[in-house]
């Protein structure tokens, strides 16, 4: 099973192959995990996340879908996105405050691995302080354009406008232009 790529492990989980889901847990449970902190900030609301989504994963595998990305990005966009629902579920406490700096976050660490971890790692240093900044709160705080105004202190058009800079730089550095 170690063999396998990601498409075919995720066939063999079609399958039945309950193998096939401890290999993708040894390939990605650390970038997942990674994520998961990055929004969470809470290891044991992580750790609930990534089991979550590694059984989900498993039974929904059938709607894996090859030509709409890697199995890398669906376990990342299901990562992502069911971290961001667990931040905005009522009766959830922040346990980061509002006015953390952008410094601070950007300073944490986010576990990245595969072929375009350098590529990555340069293209998201090559951004402006406060492109980085506004990037950051929409991606791992899942903010709004008016919320991130409000966190950086900064007008709407700024942020929209970092963000469109931001991401058209990113294109770029990754070859996606």
């Known amino acids: 099973m170690q063999s396998l790529d990601d498409v075919a492990l995720v066939a063999q989980l079609v399958a039945g192959r309950d193998e096939a889901l ?50 890398r990005a669906w376990l990342v966009t299901r990562t992502r996105s069911r971290a961001l629902d667990r931040c905005k579920s009522p009766g959830r406490v922040r346990a980061v405050p509002l006015d953390l700096g952008s410094e601070a ?10 072929a375009d971890h350098e590529r990555l790692r340069r293209a998201v240093t090559s951004l402006s302080p406060g492109q980085r900044a506004v990037m950051e709160c929409a991606y791992f705080d899942g903010l709004s354009s008016s919320e991130i105004a409000l966190r950086l202190g900064v007008p709407m058009g700024t942020v929209k406008s970092r963000m469109a800079a931001g991401l058209a730089r990113l294109r770029v550095a990754m070859g996606a232009a």
Not at 22 to 44: P, Q
Not at 105 to 114: F, K, L
Request: no cysteine.
């Open 22 to 71: 401890g290999v993708l847990y040894d390939r990605y449970s650390g970038l997942l995990m990674a994520i998961g902190l990055r929004i969470l900030h809470d290891r044991r609301e992580a750790e609930d996340l990534l089991h979550d989504v590694f059984v989900e994963a498993w039974r929904r595998a059938a709607d894996f879908d090859s030509t709409r990305g890697s199995v």
């Open 105 to 114: 976050r950007a300073s944490e660490p986010v576990e990245v691995d595969g």
